[in-house]
Nanobody, 123 residues
Framework: QLQASGGGLVQAGDSLRLSCAAS????????LGWFRQAPGKERKFVAA???????YYADSVKGRFTMSRDNAINTVYLQMNSLKPEDTAVYYC???????????????????WGKGTQVTVSS
């Protein structure tokens, strides 16, 4: 089970840190990803982290967002800096043992999803 938190309403240029806490004893076996869905748009890949800690980012967030994981507390983070209005979306975390799945464009086929957390960036 995944539980995302940390969203909120911020101004352009501000920062937010999202968290996704996982329950279960096999967290280390999973790669995790963040996806987002803006109103009226399809869900899109944002970032992913492998079991070994290698990170991957969508071009739109590269250099501004940083994903990390803390295996001791079964949690992944998404540090979002220099936020832009176009980052406004509901953000979802997801998990899979297959790294390729959490790096997919929309997360189709992923079995483990957290409830979304709303991020709103005002201009």
């Amino acid at each position: 089970q995944l539980q995302a938190s940390g969203g909120g309403l911020v101004q352009a240029g501000d920062s937010l840190r999202l968290s996704c806490a996982a329950s279960g004893r096999s967290f280390i076996a999973f790669a995790l990803g963040w996806f987002r869905q803006a109103p009226g748009k399809e869900r899109k890949f944002v970032a992913a982290i492998s079991q070994s800690g290698t990170t991957y980012y969508a071009d739109s967030v590269k250099g501004r967002f940083t994903m990390s994981r803390d295996n001791a507390i079964n949690t992944v983070y998404l540090q979002m800096n220099s936020l832009k209005p176009e980052d406004t979306a509901v953000y979802y975390c997801a998990a899979d043992t297959r790294l390729g799945m959490v790096r997919s464009k929309s997360g189709s086929g992923l079995n483990y999803w957290g409830k979304g957390t709303q991020v709103t960036v005002s201009s």
